[in-house]
Each structure stands twice: as C-alpha cells, then as structure tokens.
C-alpha cells in the first residue's frame, strides 16, 4: 500500500472558493515547473489536505489500494474510521458523525 505524502502547503493547489463558504476549497490545475500538469496523485494528496485542514485533527488519506477516501475522526466515544467513494461523501461523513458527537 502506498504512503500519502503531505509535503507541499495547500495554498500551491487550492484556492479559496468564491461563493464565501468558510473552509471551501476548491482545486486549481496550477502547472508545475516543467509546465506539465499536476499528477493524479498530487491532486489526491492536495484533496487529503483541503480536508485536514477544514476538519483539524482529522487525518484523511486517499487508499491506493482500495480506492477510497478514508478518513479517522476522533469523537467522545473513541476513534471512528470512516470511508467514502469521494472527498465530497467524506466530508459529508465527517459533518455528520461530528454532529451525532
């Protein structure tokens, strides 16, 4: 199974979303210096940090393995693991186990 590196700060391929939504980020196709476009895997590695950085202490990772997102929220109860198809149905999840408490 591969590692997530988080390398790189957020700002390099994210930007804030227009629509004023605090914490929404959105991707940009920002091109390296090479003038190639980002991999697949940057833009996974930017995503896992989009959402680390709206929900601290959240650890969230692309698995190459099974291709999920995945993502461990600490809550009263103990950890909780949580898997999604996609960031947008992670970050639902998180909203909605961090509002169950």
Excluded: H, K
């Amino acid at each position: 199974m591969g590692t997530l590196l988080l390398e790189r700060p957020l700002s390099r391929w994210c930007r804030r979303a227009g629509n004023g939504r605090r914490g929404e980020r959105e991707m940009t196709a920002e091109r390296g210096a090479a003038g190639r476009e980002p991999t697949p895997a940057a833009l996974r590695a930017a995503t896992a940090r989009g959402l680390q950085e709206q929900f601290p202490g959240v650890r969230v990772w692309y698995g190459e393995a099974t291709g999920s997102w995945w993502a461990m929220v600490q809550v009263r109860s103990g950890p909780r693991l949580l898997e999604a198809p996609t960031p947008q149905e992670l970050r639902d999840e998180i909203m909605s186990l961090r509002s169950r408490g």
